[in-house]
């Protein structure tokens, strides 16, 4: 098993629209083989900052999520509302490493 987190900020104006998309995103997403939890919520006190917690079955269901269509129209949003700042990690084995 596979464990992904960390923290995803958006501008305050894209809020809104990044919230939308993630919402999209997370119905698909739990539908994917090999996704055992999929979490994506605001962060109480910071609107615009975002939590990510994922488990995967596997490296290859993962990659799988990297090429899904939903994973790529939600990137595109992120793209339009602005990321000032991510910070996600892959945990695997116990040891903790950037997701790329």
Not at 25 to 44: D, H, N, R, W
Not at 69 to 93: C, K, N, W
């Amino acid at each position: 098993m596979l464990i992904v987190t960390g923290t995803v900020e958006v501008s305050v104006e894209g809020v809104e629209k990044a919230a939308k998309a993630a919402q999209e995103m997370v119905a698909e997403t739990v539908k994917e083989p090999g996704c055992l939890i999929y979490e994506f919520s605001q962060i109480l006190g910071h609107a615009n900052r975002f939590r990510v917690y994922e488990e995967w079955q596997d490296q290859a269901a993962l990659e799988a999520h990297f090429s899904a269509p939903h994973m790529a129209a939600f990137q595109a949003v992120l793209g339009e509302v602005g990321v000032t700042s991510s910070d996600i990690y892959r945990v695997a084995g116990g040891e903790k490493q950037p997701l790329r």
